[in-house]
């Protein structure tokens, strides 16, 4: 991976001291549209420093970035949307992060709402935090298609169950970790894909770090990324896999590296 290196604003020594570091993480792929509004509508002071892979995206999702205060990585080969997300996790501990929010470059995700998902880890109220789009029952107005409604609450029901938790969706790209979290978990080990995000909730349950949620709007439009029918359905199949594999790791019948510190 190449990183590129952009000015980043000064706090000021007297707010420094305690106040946690929070670095926002974007896995961009094909994100030119989108970056900057997205980027802008982060609230001022709401995050220390702002970090864009880029995962060997075809559009000028690279050139954009670089004319944003953000710290830029670029992967020389297409990884998937877990792999990206490796890097952003990595490159944010190593300069410091002590909590990580993911934002989606592509706009489907509100930035304004990044200090809410902040605060529950900041006053020591949740370890993890989601941004549910189903927690208000609004999802379908924002354009969620009805496939993937049913299919959401299906596996995130299914989930509940074999976690022993009651969140209203597993299934959001809107996260923010502590850094304890990141450090603990080996998400190192999980899928390149799609998946990845299912696995860290597990992780994190199996790991017994508390997971809170914060109500998000949904949003569908042309420019946001979106994965297709077939891959929602591969999508599915190893999210229940991997909650296959928690359950033999738990019952000792077969240990699993992923479920391991």
Same mark, same amino acid.
């Given at each position: 991976? /190449? +990183?590129?290196?952009? =000015?980043?604003? %000064?706090?000021? #020594?007297?707010?420094?001291?305690?106040?946690?570091?929070? !670095? $926002?993480?974007?896995?961009?792929?094909?994100?030119?549209?989108?970056?900057?509004?997205?980027?802008?509508?982060?609230?001022?002071?709401?995050?220390?420093?702002?970090?864009?892979?880029?995962?060997?995206?075809?559009?000028?999702?690279?050139?954009?970035?670089?004319?944003?205060?953000?710290?830029?990585?670029?992967?020389?080969?297409?990884?998937?949307?877990?792999?990206?997300?490796?890097?952003?996790?990595?490159?944010?501990?190593?300069?410091?992060?002590?909590? /990580? +929010?993911?934002?989606? =470059?592509?706009? %489907?995700?509100? #930035?304004?709402?990044?200090?809410?998902?902040?605060?529950? !880890? $900041?006053?020591?109220?949740?370890?993890?935090?989601?941004?549910?789009?189903?927690?208000e029952g609004r999802a379908r107005q924002g354009g969620m298609p009805l496939y993937k409604y049913l299919a959401n609450r299906a596996l995130t029901r299914f989930e509940?169950?074999?976690?022993?938790?009651?969140?209203?969706?597993?299934?959001?790209?809107?996260?923010?970790?502590?850094?304890?979290?990141?450090?603990?978990?080996?998400?190192?080990?999980?899928?390149?894909?799609?998946?990845?995000?299912?696995?860290?909730?597990?992780?994190?349950?199996?790991?017994?770090?508390?997971?809170?949620?914060?109500?998000?709007?949904?949003?569908?439009?042309?420019?946001?990324?979106?994965?297709?029918?077939?891959?929602?359905?591969?999508?599915g199949l190893r999210t229940l896999a991997v909650a296959g594999r928690l359950i033999l790791h738990r019952t000792g019948v077969l240990p699993c590296k992923r479920f391991?510190?």
């Amino acid at each position: 991976m /190449v +990183v590129n290196e952009a =000015p980043q604003p %000064q706090a000021a #020594p007297e707010e420094a001291v305690d106040r946690p570091k929070v !670095i $926002v993480v974007m896995p961009a792929y094909n994100a030119a549209q989108t970056l900057e509004e997205t980027f802008k509508g982060i609230p001022e002071g709401a995050a220390d420093e702002v970090i864009l892979v880029d995962d060997r995206s075809a559009d000028d999702t690279v050139a954009r970035a670089r004319t944003l205060p953000v710290h830029v990585v670029w992967h020389p080969h297409n990884v998937g949307y877990g792999g990206n997300q490796k890097t952003c996790y990595l490159e944010a501990l190593q300069r410091g992060a002590d909590v /990580v +929010v993911m934002l989606h =470059p592509d706009g %489907q995700y509100e #930035p304004a709402l990044v200090p809410a998902l902040v605060a529950p !880890i $900041v006053e020591g109220r949740a370890d993890m935090v989601l941004g549910s789009r189903l927690a208000e029952g609004r999802a379908r107005q924002g354009g969620m298609p009805l496939y993937k409604y049913l299919a959401n609450r299906a596996l995130t029901r299914f989930e509940n169950r074999v976690l022993g938790t009651e969140l209203s969706e597993m299934h959001s790209g809107y996260r923010a970790y502590s850094r304890e979290l990141l450090l603990t978990v080996p998400f190192l080990r999980n899928n390149l894909g799609f998946s990845f995000d299912s696995e860290m909730i597990m992780q994190s349950v199996h790991f017994g770090f508390r997971i809170a949620e914060v109500p998000v709007p949904t949003k569908y439009f042309a420019e946001a990324s979106s994965i297709s029918l077939k891959a929602s359905t591969v999508y599915g199949l190893r999210t229940l896999a991997v909650a296959g594999r928690l359950i033999l790791h738990r019952t000792g019948v077969l240990p699993c590296k992923r479920f391991i510190a």
